[in-house]
């Protein structure tokens, strides 16, 4: 399996991502980072929209793609995939930022409407971007299927318990 990771909009998600993949580089055949542009210049309005294209660029030619997104690279994940550019395995989702997708202009229900590819999602019982009650919520009303959802102490929506992320996702992988 090969994997490529997305973090969240703002640039302190650079680290983040390079701590996933130096925890879960051993459990895939390969890892990559999708760097998004707005990370080098930072600014507040950028339009993370455009790293879909990126994402898609990343992960042709890829088999047995797996996408660990977390928080606006759940969006661009899902994107990506509404899209037809990638066709992945399974998806690992941390803190799903579906309220402030909506505010900035993802239309989250139509991405996530029958959504079926076997997803793991990992959610803060009071994430800062939308509560783990709203998620489960939302991934019933939308007929999402084949998913796992977990529920993580916390709420600060910076998932840095990256060993007991890895025990889920070792897991979430075998089944894949």
Known sequence: MNLVILGGYSDYNKEWVENIKKTLGDLFEST???????WADYKEDADIRLEVENLKKIAQGKENLVVFGKSAGVSLTLQAIHNGYIKPIGCIFAGMPYEWSIKNGWNMDVLLKDFNIPTLFLHQTE?????FKT?????????????????LPGGDHQYNDIEDIKKYIQLFIKNL
């Open 32 to 38: 990559e980072i999708l760097y998004y542009k707005n």
């Open 127 to 131: 994430d800062l971007s939308t509560p």
């Open 135 to 151: 998620i489960k919520e939302v991934l019933e009303k939308l007929n999402v299927e084949n998913y796992e959802l977990v529920e």
